[in-house]
């Protein structure tokens, strides 16, 4: 891809147009960033919308840089169907997560579509699977050029809002968590809502031991840290094909991907954890998270951030409690870590991207597939590159 292309990608924040029809690039980047008169404002590398309207109440998102290209993507689109929302954090390079956002969710729309309209579990696992089927095509037709591309992939957390019914579909360790409240206490419960996929956690370990129990090297333990084959945190992803098929991983891809001939294939898998939840007049918002919000804050201090502050900038005020965490650990001040430029920014903390979706319980019921009115729909994505 030229420069001068990548450089008219790099613009801004910006919508995404719904049905776009623009050329696209070999690996799925959409070649045009719109305005439709949603502007995003900048603090530095933080980009934020500070409140909007969706189908099922009201939203706040933000994200912030820490790496020398953007590897964080994401999405609310919100209509007649209900709505989803997408947080893919690429890992290697942002190739696999700016594919996932462009054609995910149309994925998810053209399966839906041919189902009536209806959404299921299978729905949504059969869109991350063409998904990844189309990216893993565009390896095979690049890889001798770009043998890379095969080992660049993406976590890929999403929600859909279909009538009373949420769907958390996850690959990776991405975090949705619900906040609910507790009777007429006035408190706030925190309740997760994905499953992760990442080596450090004791059950996934135990996963994929017991699915490659020849393999004695299938998780290693490397500078303190559980890695798959000793090379990568998580379990499951869109995209790391080499990791998924033998013939990508060849002299071709560096040194640090490679495996033994011997390993069994695929070890990552592309199947997300899927669960479904019922709406409930006590559900009071959802936070969805890249993993670098996570690293610096729990789910109960996400949640009572949210909860005792106003909606309108929750989202970056989230992204700043994160920032300030890792600040502290480095003990130095925020006013000083905001200064620190990207790329050298990512040694205090990764790129951060933030969605929090407040739940109108009567709204969602009224509107059916948790759309309503023409008037709240959206279609809103984070740009291509900052």
């Given at each position: 891809m030229s420069e001068g292309f990548m450089?008219?990608?790099?613009?801004?924040?910006?919508?995404f147009i719904k049905g776009d029809s623009s050329e696209t690039s070999a690996v799925g980047v959409s070649a045009s960033c719109n305005g439709d008169g949603v502007d995003f404002e900048k603090d530095g590398l933080l980009w934020f919308r500070d409140f909007g309207k969706y189908g099922g109440g009201d939203y706040s998102m933000a994200v912030v840089q820490a790496n020398q290209v953007l590897e964080d993507q994401s999405q609310i689109e919100s209509g007649s169907f209900g709505t989803f929302v997408g947080v893919y954090d690429g890992h290697g390079g942002p190739d696999v997560a700016r594919y996932v956002c462009d054609h995910l969710f149309r994925n998810f729309q053209a399966i839906s579509a041919a189902n009536y309209g209806v959404v299921t579990a299978e729905t949504i696992r059969n869109a991350f699977l063409q998904t990844e089927n189309g990216f893993t095509a565009i390896v095979s037709e690049l890889f001798n050029a770009r043998p890379s591309i095969a080992t660049v992939g993406t976590c890929c957390l999403v929600g859909v809002i279909y009538q009373q019914t949420l769907f958390i579909a996850n690959l990776g360790d991405s975090r949705a968590v619900l906040g609910k409240k507790v009777g007429n206490t006035g408190g706030m419960?925190?309740?997760?809502?994905?499953?992760?996929?990442?080596?450090?956690?004791?059950?996934?370990?135990?996963?994929?031991?017991?699915?490659?129990?020849?393999?004695?090297?299938?998780?290693?333990?490397?500078?303190?840290?559980?890695?798959?084959?000793?090379?990568?945190?998580?379990?499951?992803?869109?995209?790391?094909?080499?990791?998924?098929?033998?013939?990508?991983?060849?002299?071709?891809?560096?040194?640090?991907?490679?495996?033994?001939?011997?390993?069994?294939?695929?070890?990552?898998?592309?199947?997300?954890?899927?669960?479904t939840h019922d709406i409930h007049p006590n559900d009071s918002f959802l936070i969805f998270a890249s993993d670098g919000l996570w690293e610096h804050l729990s789910n109960e201090e996400a949640v009572e951030i949210v909860h005792n502050n106003p909606r309108s900038g929750i989202a970056k005020r989230l992204v700043k409690a994160a920032l300030q965490e890792a600040a502290k650990k480095r003990e130095m001040r925020y006013s000083d870590l905001k200064k620190i430029d990207k790329r050298v920014r990512r040694h205090f903390h990764d790129d951060i991207t933030v969605i929090v979706l407040f739940l109108n319980y009567d709204q969602i019921c009224r509107g059916g597939g948790g759309g309503g009115g023409s008037e709240n729909s959206v279609s809103l994505r984070s740009a291509l590159e900052h």
């Open positions: 450089n008219l990608l790099s613009v801004c924040w910006k919508p419960a925190a309740i997760q809502l994905s499953s992760e996929h990442n080596a450090n956690l004791e059950e996934v370990r135990h996963e994929l031991k017991s699915l490659y129990p020849d393999d004695p090297e299938i998780v290693a333990l490397k500078h303190g840290v559980w890695r798959v084959k000793g090379i990568i945190q998580v379990s499951r992803s869109i995209g790391d094909v080499y990791m998924k098929y033998s013939e990508y991983n060849t002299d071709l891809i560096a040194q640090k991907f490679r495996l033994p001939e011997s390993t069994a294939m695929p070890i990552l898998s592309a199947t997300p954890s899927i669960l």
